[in-house]
């Protein structure tokens, strides 16, 4: 695959939240976790003016995709609660899909819909 192409899943999570642990756990092998061909991760938390960096260090310690710490991507994405997935296809630039985390099972069928 070139870069550029394919699929990006933005995945919002926090430090603080029981319910990002499960996401958090399974970036840690996200081979695993059954992601459609093609379809790359990277996490987004709350910048440093808003979370320690610290915490995200320690959340993130042993997961194998990119973390970025940006309040500017949450307030692009108009994302209000977490965690949250958005898809974005690499090609158009455009959001193809998002849901709110119920679990891996919810996020992984979100992508494949909008395969």
């Known amino acids: 695959m070139a870069?550029?192409?394919?699929?990006?899943?933005l995945a919002f999570l926090t430090t603080d939240c029981d319910g990002c642990e499960e996401f958090w756990?399974?970036?840690?092998d996200p081979d695993a976790i059954g992601f459609a061909r093609g379809t790359s991760a990277v996490v987004v938390t709350k910048g440093p003016e808003t979370v320690s960096s610290d915490e995200v260090k320690a959340s993130a310690a042993?997961?194998?995709?990119?973390?970025?710490?940006?309040?500017?991507?949450?307030?692009?994405?108009r994302v209000l609660g977490y965690p949250f997935f958005v898809l974005v296809d690499r090609t158009?630039?455009?959001?193809?899909?998002?849901?709110v985390g119920l679990g891996w099972d919810d996020v992984i069928g979100m992508t494949g819909r909008a395969a």
Not at 25 to 28: E, K, N, S, T, V
């Open 3 to 9: 870069d550029g192409d394919g699929r990006l899943l």
């Open 25 to 28: 756990r399974g970036l840690q």
């Open 62 to 77: 042993g997961v194998r995709v990119p973390v970025v710490m940006s309040d500017q991507v949450w307030t692009d994405y």
């Open 92 to 99: 158009t630039k455009q959001v193809v899909g998002e849901t």
